[in-house]
């Protein structure tokens, strides 16, 4: 099959399980939590390549207060469904010494990868390091972190869209979709 074939057959056979309503509703809130825990302190985000681009890319124009950006990339599953050895691919050029840095992601699933990038970010001179997450997915293990701001709680599948791919694919899909178990 080709590769076109093979995402649509992706997506064709998943389940929609959080519609762009209800993801538009999720943005909608962490932004205005966001707004109430940082809205002073002119914090800089630091969005995690790439998946976080759709979230950060939604989320940024309705923070309506002041705010330095930048981008950090480190990967664990590349076109994998199941997590390996984490991958620093590139750092922030901001310098992180004395800030209050909140890292945006699109999913926290075994936790492995925020945790991680906390840690750096302390370790680098952060003063705070808040976490903003669009979804957590519920794996019914404890993990190494919790997120500070989450908008959806998702069940434990292999879930895709708004910004998670599958094999690469449907990062663009504006709602959540599961590969059927
Ligand atoms: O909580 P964890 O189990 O560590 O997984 C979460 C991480 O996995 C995904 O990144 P991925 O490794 O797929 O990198 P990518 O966004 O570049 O595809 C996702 O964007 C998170 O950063
Ligand atoms: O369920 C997932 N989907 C897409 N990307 C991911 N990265 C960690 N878990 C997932």
């Known amino acids: 099959m080709s590769r076109l074939a093979d995402a649509q057959a992706l997506l064709d056979g998943a389940d929609l399980i959080c519609s762009a309503a209800e993801v538009d509703a999720a943005v909608d809130r962490v932004a205005r ?102 979804s957590d997915k519920r794996i019914g293990r404890p993990k190494p972190i919790r997120a500070d701001f989450t908008g959806l709680e998702l069940p434990d599948r292999y879930v895709f869209g708004y910004g998670m791919d599958v094999r690469g694919a449907w990062r663009n899909l504006p709602a959540i979709y599961a590969l059927k178990d």
């Open 33 to 134: 939590e966001i707004t109430v825990a940082l809205g002073d302190s002119y914090p800089l985000l630091l969005s995690v390549m790439g998946g976080a681009v759709v979230f950060t890319g939604n989320l940024l124009p309705k923070l309506a207060f002041p705010i330095d950006f930048d981008y950090l990339h480190v990967t664990r599953y590349g076109d994998d469904t199941a997590g390996g050895t984490l991958r620093w691919i590139s750092e922030p050029r901001t310098p992180v010494v004395g800030r209050t840095v909140l890292v945006i992601d699109d999913i926290l699933d075994e936790g492995i990868t925020l945790a991680a990038i906390r840690e750096h970010l302390l370790a680098k001179g952060a003063a705070r390091c808040l976490t903003a997450v669009f």
